[in-house]
């Protein structure tokens, strides 16, 4: 269940939503569906060789926003 934070493209409203596989998020504001996710974590590693965050345990779910782990 992952909460990443969103910026509506269209009044610029930022807001955090909890995001679902598939599920479309709307700006709460103005119920825009143009929204542009932020990245808030470090950038992953460019490349596939570096090793990963030390935040992000194979062993437990992903991380957060951003976790090298999630698509
Ligand atoms: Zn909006």
Do not use: I, W
Not at 25 to 45: D, Y
């Amino acid at each position: 269940m992952p909460l990443y934070e969103y910026t509506c493209s269209k009044c610029s409203h930022e807001f955090e939503a909890l995001v679902f596989n598939g599920e479309r998020v709307e700006c709460p504001q103005c119920k825009a569906e143009r929204v542009e996710r932020r990245l808030s974590l470090p950038a992953r590693p460019k490349t596939e060789s570096s090793p990963l965050p030390l935040a992000c345990d194979p062993k437990a779910p992903p991380c957060g926003p951003g976790c090298c782990r999630l698509p």
